[in-house]
């Protein structure tokens, strides 16, 4: 089978009993968001700057439990800010194992392998070395990690880690190979790290995930050859959606930036014209959703939003109308479902009922609906049945090509501040530049950085890029 069959199982079953009982509306995924904070400033993100003034609260562990029991989604995606800052997400991925529901962990991939290793402390005994030598011959984990691990005591054979089941994804953003990903997460060395963390995953038998967001300057071709990678290291899934100009995004890029939104973001035609081979990719890697939604993607059909599918609970409450644009929160699921009015939202037959939907085409508000039967075509129950019921795509081959193209950037000197650190480490700029730093050895968590709020990357960032313009000045 393309996806888990207990998994298929769950959510067919949710879809069948909320449609034998005519529930107008209902939730499908739960967008549950503990926290805003977070240790990257991506580009094209705008939770950090629309909940600026909240980024140091955090939903308590029995409301976050709450929300899920109140909406009654079978999935949650525990996302933010970065979940794994959270200081109770190991409580409330237990809880939310308890309640029955499937868990996607949305992260950056830059505490993943911390956490793992909490788990490999949590079961250690002498059947563990076989792993262990794995994960050290990959270079995965230091020799004094692993000696951690060995001689982990009470304590932390008592704590409660984020064990692999089969109910529970590691969802890991990557928008690409290695330049393109840190130039959008505005830190070099993120790629690196989330592919160790995968490979970690991997070998430690947790399920792994990826998200991707596909913008304006996103080369297709890319994306083909990091869907190749992410099989090749056997990513069981890909989420892959359109990047869209939402309000609190494109006030980010302005203001943070100074860039000009439409130069990043995608109007419905170049979505269209970007996502014109998704079919063939859900063909050749396991993309999740559904088959009607990629024809929505490459333009052969119409959808209608059912946002309210896929409701975000945070901080603040239910968020609506969606996960991208912010017209109020609410107290309760239901009460939202009632008082918003959701004949305001989307598009319909081409036309944007309200302005600001007009180019959306994002998976939290048109794959539901390929699942629903939004804008049913005859045919559609069959799709769907044979996508999810098919045989799951084979690994794409691992070869030193493929490892070379995934490796474009820092790896290789030609990351995205290549030119600013070769102009600071001129001999022009003096025997050591302004901004230059001894490069320090390498430790796993050295690119966490200072949380956002700071904007630690895109400070350093823009002195570099102050540096060059400097520099060519005197030229």
């Known amino acids: 089978m393309r996806f888990p069959f207990a998994l298929t199982k769950k959510i067919a079953s949710h879809i069948i009993k909320h449609k034998l009982r005519k529930t107008p509306k209902f939730a ?32 308590p562990l029995e409301q976050c439990l709450a929300a899920a029991m109140e909406c009654e989604a079978p999935m949650v995606s525990i996302c933010g800010g970065e979940p794994l800052i959270y200081p109770k997400i ?25 956490k793992m290793r909490d788990y490999l402390a949590a079961i250690y005994s002498p059947a563990l070395e076989p792993k262990l030598k794995q994960l050290l011959d990959g270079k995965l984990i230091t ?16 704590k409660i880690v984020i064990r ?45 995930a990826t998200n991707t967001t596909v ?34 995004a494109k006030k980010d890029m302005v203001s943070r930036l100074g860039r000009d939104p439409k130069e990043f973001f995608l109007t419905r035609d170049m979505t269209r ?31 209608t939003c059912t946002a309210w599918a896929i409701p975000t609970y945070n901080v603040k409450g239910w968020k609506a109308p969606c996960y991208l644009m912010t017209d109020g929160h609410y107290s309760g699921y239901q009460e939202m479902l009632t008082k918003v009015n959701w004949e305001k939202y989307g598009v319909v037959n081409g036309v944007a009922r309200d302005p600001r939907c007009e180019h959306c085409m994002v998976h939290c ?14 045919g559609d129950n069959w799709k769907n049945f044979k996508y999810n019921f098919g045989s799951k795509p084979k690994p794409f081959p691992a070869s030193p090509e493929l490892e070379k193209r995934a490796y474009n950037g820092a790896t290789i000197g030609k990351g995205h501040l290549a030119e600013a650190k070769a102009i600071i480490n001129s001999p022009a700029a003096g025997a050591r530049g302004a901004f230059s730093h001894k490069e320090e050895p ?34």
């Open 90 to 114: 190991e409580e409330l991925v237990a809880g939310l194992l308890g309640q029955g529901r499937v868990i996607y962990i949305c992260t950056n991939g830059m505490f993943m392998r911390k």
């Open 273 to 303: 014209a970007k996502f014109a081979k998704i079919q063939d990719w859900g063909k050749a890697f396991t993309i999740f959703g559904t088959p009607v939604y990629q024809e929505f993607l490459a333009g052969k059909r119409e959808l």
């Open 28 to 59: 499908m995924v739960l967008q549950l968001e503990p926290l805003h904070t977070c240790n990257l400033t991506c580009t094209g993100c705008g939770r950090i700057r629309e909940y600026s003034t909240s980024l140091k609260d955090m939903v």
């Open 143 to 158: 020799d004094k990690e692993a000696e951690v691990i060995r001689k982990s005591d009470d304590a932390a054979k008592k």
């Open 164 to 208: 692999p089941t089969q109910w529970m994804y590691w969802n890991v953003h990557v928008d690409g190979l290695e330049f393109t990903h840190d130039l959008i997460v505005e830190r070099e060395g993120v790629f690196k790290e989330c592919v160790e963390a995968i490979k970690m995953a991997k070998i430690c038998g947790y399920q792994v």
């Open 442 to 475: 390498h430790q796993h968590e050295e690119h966490v950085g200072s949380f956002c709020g700071s904007e630690g990357a895109a400070s350093e960032k823009n002195d570099l890029l102050a540096k060059i313009a400097a520099n060519k000045k005197t030229e």
């Open 215 to 248: 913008y304006r300057e996103t080369d297709v071709t890319e994306i083909e050859d990091m869907f190749k990678y992410l099989s090749s290291l056997e990513v069981d899934g890909h989420t892959i959606s359109p990047g869209y100009d939402y309000d609190a």
């Open 365 to 378: 508000g048109y794959d539901p609906s390929g699942a629903l039967g939004t804008n049913y075509q005859r």
